[in-house]
């Protein structure tokens, strides 16, 4: 599967945002997605994973309210919809995906990664 991620720019603290991740292939149902991120200086770190229906999601505390996942098998598309993001949010944001059932949130876990799109936060 092939991944590209857009929708990044630069957001004031408190406004909202959307991220978007369109995977090519008829088997996007089939994989677990995530999105990571990265910002400069520090290490890769989860974000967020949707299971292959987007029945089961999971967040890493620290956008936990603040952002939600979602997935449209139809379009072979995820989405991050940013709500509230902080200064703290700004990194290159990659969208992920693993073929399986499990849900991990390592992104030694994720087979196929789609290049970055920057999210800048204004304060």
């Known amino acids: 599967v092939q991944l590209q991620a857009s929708g990044g720019g630069l957001v004031q603290a408190g406004g909202s945002l959307r991220l978007s991740c369109a995977a090519s292939g008829r088997t996007f149902s089939t994989y677990v997605m995530g999105w990571f991120r990265q910002a400069p200086g520090k290490e890769r770190e989860f974000v967020a994973t949707?299971?292959?229906?987007?029945?089961?999601?999971d967040y890493a505390d620290s956008v936990k309210g603040r952002f939600t996942i979602s997935r449209d098998n139809a379009k072979n598309t995820m989405y991050l919809q940013m709500n509230g993001p902080k200064p703290e949010d700004t990194a290159v944001y990659f969208c992920?995906?693993?073929?399986?059932?499990?849900?991990?949130?390592?992104?030694?876990?994720?087979?196929?990664w789609g290049p970055g799109t920057q999210v800048t936060v204004s304060s």
């Open positions: 992920a995906a693993r073929y399986g059932i499990a849900m991990y949130r390592g992104n030694g876990r994720f087979e196929y």
């Open positions: 949707i299971n292959q229906s987007g029945g089961s999601t």
